[in-house]
């Protein structure tokens, strides 16, 4: 089943189940996807963006909350910090199942020997090519922390 389809399916459930939470997330979810296609347009895209974007869109949805939380909590506002954290696991399970942290590091040691990065100025090359490998299964933002500090030492 596509990604659009799940939304589709799991936003009709959360109305009949009343969840209110579930039931705006998607909607967030669903208005996010629809500025992305009516953005790729132009580049003569007009089914959509594959799945492939949609799981890299959460994950940056997924970044902006966990940057909203860090704010609501130093603001003293946590009702709001919790409304963030309600909203990242729900849009956590339309993801697939992350790597272990120790695959994920394993595997950029491997894609840095593969496209002979040998320093900091090869971290884009690198993070490219794993978003495009790997979307939705690690967290790039420890990612590219890890292979700047492999590619820095």
């Given amino acids: 089943m596509s990604l659009r389809a799940r939304f589709n399916e799991e936003l009709k459930a959360a109305m009949l189940g009343k969840n209110q939470p579930k039931v705006s997330t998607i909607r967030l979810i669903m208005a996010a996807l629809k500025e992305r296609d009516i953005a790729a347009r132009p ?4 089914d ?15 970044k902006q909350r966990r940057e909203s939380i860090e704010m609501y909590e130093k603001g003293g506002r946590p009702e709001l910090a919790e409304q963030e954290k309600g909203e990242i696991a729900i849009i956590e399970t339309f993801l697939p199942q992350q790597m272990p942290e120790s695959e994920a590091k394993s595997a950029l040691d491997a894609l840095i020997k593969e496209v002979e990065a040998t ?13 495009k490998r790997w ?16 590619l820095a030492s």
């Fill in 43 to 46: 580049q003569g895209v007009a």
């Fill in 48 to 62: 959509g963006i594959a799945d492939d974007q949609i799981l890299s869109m959460m994950q940056g949805m997924i």
């Fill in 119 to 131: 320093s900091i100025k090869d971290l884009g090359k690198v993070m490219a090519e794993a978003k």
């Fill in 135 to 150: 979307p939705g299964l690690m967290d790039f933002s420890k990612a590219s922390a890890y292979a700047r500090e492999k």
